[in-house]
C-alpha cells in the first residue's frame, strides 16, 4: 500500500482514504469521543426510522459539504470562511429538508426542527474547519461521509435499543410475541423519553473506552 | 490576504448562485410537499370521524367517506360558493367573530349515518395545537376527536394526539340537558367517573391541557348556532 502511496496516482481507497472513512467508527467517533452533536442524538432516537433518515441527512451534508469546500479552499477568503461554509453548509441543508417534506413526509414532521439544526450540527463546521480547508476534495468527502456515518451509527445503535425497550418494536415493527406481553412483560416507558438516550449513549462510551484504554483520560 | 473588492464580489456571486439553487428545488418540490399537506388535512378530518387511513388511500377514502363540505359563518347561515377544504382555520380565528368562515365536513358512514366534523385551532404551550372533532348525529355527543400540535413537549404536552388523551373523548357532550353549551372541561387531577363534560388532562402538561380546552371551547362555540339549528331539526 505505501508503494501506492508514494505513486503520482493514489488509488481512491488507499490506506490512507480508508483512514478517514473507518476513524470516526472508533477512535475519533464524533458522538461518543468528541461528544459532538449530542442534542440531535437525543431527539430524534426514539425509533429506527427517524434515527435512519436523520443519520443519512448528516452524512450527506457532511460528506458533500466537505466536498464543496475542499473545491473552493483556495478561493475562500479567510476572513469571510466560517461565513461561506456556514453559506454552503445552510443551502444543503435546506435542499435536504425540501426533499424529505416533498418525499418523506411523515419522517419529516418527526425530525421536525432537528433537519434544520443540522446547521448548527457542530460536527459540521468542526469537519470544515479541521479537513476540508486544508485537504483535497476526494480526502474531504470520504472524511465528511465517514464521520456522518460514524454519528449516525451511535444514532441508529440507540435507536435500536430506545425502541426494541420503549415500545417493543424493531423500525416499526413489533418483534416481541404477545405471549411475553401476557406473562406480564411491560415495555419501558421511561426509554422513550430523552433522559434514557443519554444514558445509553453513556452506556455506549463506557463500553467503548473499556474497550479501547487510549481514550480515558489521564487527569 | 484578499482584497475587499475580492471578498464582496466572492460573497454576492455565492449568495446569488446558492439563492438560485435553492429557489430551483423549491419551485420543483412545492406541488409534491402541498399534496403531502393536503392528504394529512384529509387523513386527520377522516381521524375524527374514527376512519383510519394510510397516506396511499387517504384521498380515495376522504371522496368516500366525506360526502357533503359546507362553510357556515357565526350565525349558523350558509356561505354559499366558499370551498370548505382550503379554508385556512389560523387566518379565520384571527378575524372578527362575524367575518370567520367557518369550515364543516359531513361524513356518511357505512351504517349511513352522517357525522359532523369541525375543525380546531388553538394555542398550546409552545406553538398551535389544532385537531378535528366529530358529533353524531344528535349534534351533541362527541364521536371522536383528533389532536396534533405543532412542538409541545413530548412525553407531557405532546401526549394530546396520542389514542390514550383522544379516546375517552367520545360519548362526552358538548351541551347539558338544559340545552346549555358547556363544552368539555380538561380535568387536571383526572375527570371525575362518568362525568360527560369532561376529560382526564394530561400529567405535566397542564398548559397544553387546558390551552386545548380552551381551543375547544373558543372553535365549538363559533358553531354553537349552527349546532343549535341542526339539533333542533
Known amino acids: ?219 | 490576504m484578499h482584497s475587499n473588492r475580492y471578498i464582496i464580489v466572492y460573497s454576492t456571486i455565492m449568495v446569488i448562485l446558492v439563492a438560485v439553487s435553492l429557489t430551483f428545488v423549491a419551485v420543483q418540490l412545492k406541488p409534491r410537499q402541498e399534496d403531502n399537506i393536503r392528504i394529512e388535512k384529509m387523513q386527520n378530518i377522516l381521524a375524527s370521524a374514527n376512519i383510519a387511513t394510510t397516506v396511499v388511500n387517504a384521498i380515495e377514502t376522504y371522496n368516500e367517506f366525506i360526502t357533503q363540505t359546507l362553510v357556515v359563518n357565526n350565525k349558523g347561515e350558509e356561505i354559499k360558493g366558499a370551498d370548505a377544504f382550503g379554508l385556512d382555520l389560523a387566518l379565520e380565528i384571527k378575524k372578527p367573530v362575524d367575518q370567520q368562515q367557518l369550515p364543516v365536513f359531513i361524513a356518511t358512514l357505512e351504517d349511513g349515518k352522517k357525522y359532523s366534523i369541525f375543525p380546531l385551532r388553538g394555542k398550546g404551550l409552545w406553538g398551535p395545537i389544532w385537531g378535528y372533532l366529530s358529533l353524531t348525529e344528535d349534534f351533541n355527543t362527541i364521536y371522536g376527536v383528533t389532536f396534533d400540535h405543532k412542538g409541545e413537549t413530548p412525553g407531557l404536552g405532546a401526549e394530546i394526539n396520542t389514542d390514550i388523551f383522544e379516546k375517552p373523548w367520545g360519548g362526552k357532550q358538548l351541551f347539558d340537558q338544559d340545552g346549555i353549551f358547556t363544552s368539555i372541561t380538561v380535568a387536571k387531577g383526572g375527570a371525575k367517573p362518568g362525568d360527560i363534560h369532561a376529560v382526564d388532562a394530561i400529567s405535566g402538561g397542564t398548559i397544553t391541557s387546558k390551552g386545548l380546552e380552551k381551543m375547544v371551547k373558543d372553535c365549538m362555540l363559533s358553531y354553537e348556532v349552527y349546532i343549535k339549528n341542526k339539533g333542533r331539526i
Open chain 1, 1 to 219: 500500500m505505501s508503494a501506492n502511496n508514494k505513486s503520482n496516482q493514489e488509488p481512491l481507497f488507499s490506506a490512507k482514504n480508508t483512514k478517514l472513512l473507518k476513524k470516526p467508527f472508533n477512535l475519533e467517533n464524533p458522538i461518543t469521543v468528541q461528544v459532538l452533536g449530542i442534542c440531535s442524538a437525543l431527539a430524534v432516537t426514539v425509533q429506527m426510522k427517524p434515527a435512519i433518515v436523520m443519520a443519512l441527512s448528516v452524512t450527506i451534508v457532511t460528506g458533500f459539504s466537505n466536498l464543496l469546500i475542499s473545491f473552493l479552499r483556495d478561493t475562500i477568503p479567510a476572513r469571510i470562511r466560517i461565513i461561506v461554509q456556514l453559506v454552503v453548509v445552510a443551502a444543503l441543508v435546506i435542499i435536504v429538508d425540501q426533499i424529505l417534506k416533498a418525499y418523506l413526509y411523515d419522517v419529516s414532521k418527526k425530525l421536525s426542527v432537528f433537519v434544520g439544526l443540522i446547521i448548527t450540527n457542530c460536527i459540521l463546521m468542526g469537519r470544515l474547519e479541521a479537513f476540508a480547508m486544508g485537504n483535497k476534495p476526494w480526502p474531504s468527502f470520504l472524511d465528511g461521509i465517514g464521520n456522518g456515518i460514524g454519528y449516525g451509527a451511535i444514532l441508529v445503535i440507540v435507536a435500536f435499543f430506545r425502541e426494541l425497550l420503549g415500545s417493543g418494536k424493531i423500525y416499526g415493527y413489533d418483534v416481541i410475541p404477545k405471549v411475553v406481553f401476557e406473562i406480564g412483560y411491560v415495555n419501558n416507558g421511561l426509554m422513550i423519553l430523552p433522559p434514557m438516550a443519554l444514558i445509553t449513549i453513556g452506556v455506549i462510551i463506557w463500553l467503548q473506552r473499556s474497550r479501547n484504554r487510549e481514550l480515558i483520560d489521564k487527569s
